[in-house]
């Protein structure tokens, strides 16, 4: 008898009372058989993002260090001397971060390795890391950064960067809301009518309104994509976007690019063509509300 056999037999009837369709050993070592399987090929995915970033590290030391630092923002060239410092440790497997703070916009950006890469390197990046990590469920706050919206049900809205972790979309709509998701990345996206995977899809429903909840600060390029979205939207309309990287927390994933701290959150808005309608922090929420000429 094999272990997973033995296993079996051991919590067979405590399977049968809680789940009528368990019947027999067999079925339940087939249940923990691919449970197991799953397990190994995250833990070996794990371990391969591991060791990519430890040879992304090796050779990174190998360079020699610039003498000057270009704002990954505002694009100020600095001597690294006059950047604050900012360094973190990555709990997804990425190894050390470094990041800078810019003296001209405020902003704190890096790590220079995450934002050299492009866009394709970058999606691979998520898509291994959405195969092996779960995010925490952010339906309340993007439920806070929807109603910033001032919202009204003959409109419709688009939560953009919507993945699998939150029902809010689902809420929203069956409060009567015209809420749809927006997620690119497939590995995140949940299989949904309301769930779109493409921005041809997004411009063909027409929205009045965006919100979002921890997204600005993954973006390599935050002001190309505020433009992107302002594309979508009619003249008059609202953005609402909320993340606590309006200041330098959450540091630990290499997935967060950009901080905005103090100036930098209005520079954004400006280099977008967007005005600014309202900031807010309220507790742990902090969202910053963007108003379309």
């Known amino acids: 008898m094999t272990l997973i056999n033995r296993i079996a037999r051991r919590f067979l009837p405590q399977l049968q009372s809680a789940d009528s369709h368990v019947s027999s ?3 339940v070592a087939h249940v923990a058989s691919a449970e197991s399987l799953a397990r190994l090929e995250r833990n070996l995915l794990r371990h391969q993002i591991s060791v990519k970033w430890d040879v992304i590290h090796r050779l990174e030391a190998l360079k020699p260090p610039r003498s000057d630092v270009d704002c990954a923002l505002c694009g100020e060239r600095h001597r690294r001397d006059e950047l604050a410092i900012f360094d973190s440790n990555c709990i ?11 003296p001209s916009c405020d902003v704190i950006f890096g790590s220079e390795v995450m934002l050299a890469f492009d866009a394709a390197a970058l999606t691979k990046e998520y898509e291994w890391h959405y195969q092996v990590f779960e995010e ?8 806070l950064a929807f109603h910033a919206l001032k919202p009204n049900k003959d409109a419709i809205y688009i939560n953009w960067g919507a993945g699998s972790w939150s029902s809010s979309v689902r809420q929203l709509r069956a409060e009567g809301w015209q809420v749809f998701g927006y997620e690119p990345h497939a590995s995140a996206r949940i299989n949904d009518d309301a769930m779109l995977g493409s921005l041809s899809e997004v411009v063909a429903l027409g929205p009045q309104g965006i919100f ?3 997204l600005l600060e993954h973006f390599r390029d935050p002001v190309a994509e505020l433009k992107q ?16 990287c309006f200041e330098y927390c959450f540091e630990f994933t290499r997935f967060h690019l950009f901080f905005f701290l103090g100036r930098s959150k209005y520079l954004i808005a ?24």
Request: hydrophobic share 30%; glycine share 10%; charged share 25%.
């Open 136 to 143: 925490g469920d952010s339906t309340e706050q993007e439920i």
């Open 25 to 27: 050993i067999d079925e």
């Open 212 to 214: 979002s909840n921890n």
């Open 229 to 244: 979205m302002s594309a979508v939207l009619p003249s008059g309309s609202l953005m609402s976007h909320a993340t606590p």
């Open 270 to 293: 400006s280099e977008a063509g967007l005005d600014v309608e309202e900031y807010v922090e309220e507790g742990n929420f902090r969202n910053l509300v963007l108003r379309k000429p």
């Open 92 to 102: 997804f497997e990425g190894g050390a971060i470094r990041r800078f703070q810019c």
